[in-house]
């Protein structure tokens, strides 16, 4: 597997978060999903997975979209 993202730093695995706990605290099912993890507003992912399959973002990058986008998520989940 190799790094896409644009980040090239180090992070620790508790840094990352996957495709699965951004529909969980966004509460939304696979496609809707896909639609927002894939739109140009949301945080590019930190590593991609050569063939797609695996995609990884900075926890502090996601959070900081969720604060701007969907306030009030932290105390709903």
Do not use: K
Not at 16 to 36: K, Q, S
Not at 50 to 60: E, F, H, M, P, Q
């Amino acid at each position: 597997m190799a790094s896409t993202g644009e980040h090239d730093d180090c992070a620790r695995p508790g840094d990352l978060v996957t495709f699965g706990d951004i529909r969980a605290w966004l509460g939304v099912g696979r496609t809707r999903g896909y639609t927002i993890t894939r739109d140009r507003d949301f945080p590019a992912p930190w590593f991609t997975s050569t063939d797609g399959t695996v995609r990884l973002w900075r926890r502090t990058d996601v959070e900081v979209w969720l604060d701007a986008n969907r306030p009030g998520w932290r105390e709903q989940g």
